[in-house]
């Protein structure tokens, strides 16, 4: 998401990369006594994580169509979505919930505003989302959390939320840009706000934006084990990166060590691939597509 101010709109695994079905099939059947598949091929011990769309991706798709937008998004082959925004469903999500149903896909989580889990409001937040059946309630940014004199007290609503969300099977947590990583004394502001935190609280990365600020996404996983429950890959270009492309697969992160950071220690549910930039002059539907066909690449 754009690193300004916060935006008010808000089956299996196939076979291994270089390893044909053919060949892992043979292999897998000669295996010595004893032997797992898992401990042959080590990569199928991790399950894959499933892939969602953030919306925000295609907004003006969204903004003219929603549903059509969404049948666009389901024909590609996401999993599920992210929200940013209703659009003609603020007020029925049992509309949304029957429309989510008959393109099967799932609600991997939303970008809210935080005064929507204050007070009266998170009444209404929680009943809405568990009647789409969204788990994941994620704050897309607030000024209070790069304040030194309200950070801690941000922290602590937090907590409060995520406590009162976490019997309900749902939680909250908080999605950086590049601020979140200046100093305040000697900690950058998204260690202060994890450490703040309990472990309940999601720290969901957006993976590009933690490059640009001169951090490394994967460590930042592995950092804080099994809070990166749902996480933003989004292709982004370094400056000064010659011949990169704002596409899965053709931009500046290390993608891979991310993905593996998400398996072996992020507890990461859910992968929300975000479209932000436009190449070429191609449209944001057609940009996801050819990032969506990077990241299946990835995933082998």
């Not at 749902?230 to 993905?259: C, L, M, N």
Request: aromatic share 10%.
């Amino acid at each position: 998401m754009k690193d300004t101010t916060v935006r008010d709109d808000l089956n299996g695994i196939g076979t291994l990369p270089g390893i044909s079905r053919r060949v892992f099939l043979l292999t897998a059947g000669a295996l010595p006594i004893g032997w797992t598949v898992a401990q042959a091929f080590p990569a199928l011990a991790a399950a894959r994580i499933p892939v969602a769309l953030q919306l925000y991706s295609v907004r003006e798709d969204c903004k003219q169509n929603f549903d059509g937008a969404l049948e666009q998004v389901a024909a590609m082959g996401f999993e599920g979505v992210e929200f940013a925004g209703y659009y003609g469903y603020t007020n029925n999500a049992a509309g949304l919930a029957a429309k989510l149903k008959s393109l099967t896909l799932k609600a991997a989580g939303t970008h809210v505003r935080m005064d929507m889990l204050r007070g009266d409001a998170l009444k209404a937040t929680i009943e809405f989302h568990q009647a789409i059946g969204c788990r994941f309630l994620v704050v897309p940014g607030d000024q209070a959390f790069t304040d030194p004199e309200k950070s801690k007290a941000l922290a602590d609503e937090m907590n409060k939320v995520a406590a009162a969300l976490k019997p309900l099977g749902m939680a909250t947590g908080y999605h950086n840009h590049v601020n979140e990583f200046k100093m305040d004394g000697g900690k950058t502001f998204w260690d202060l706000f994890a450490e703040r935190t309990t472990n309940d609280v999601i720290l969901q990365q957006d993976c590009g934006w933690t490059m640009v600020a001169g951090q490394d996404p994967a460590a930042y996983i592995r950092k804080y084990p099994g809070r990166t429950r749902t996480t933003h890959f989004k292709p982004t270009v370094r400056e000064g990166d010659t011949g990169k492309r704002a596409i899965f697969g053709q931009d500046s992160v290390d993608w891979r060590s991310v993905y593996e950071a998400c398996q072996s220690a992020g507890g990461t549910e859910w992968i929300v691939l975000e479209q932000e930039e436009y190449p070429d002059g191609a449209s944001p539907m057609d940009c996801t597509k050819q990032s969506f066909a990077g990241l299946k690449a990835l995933l082998g």
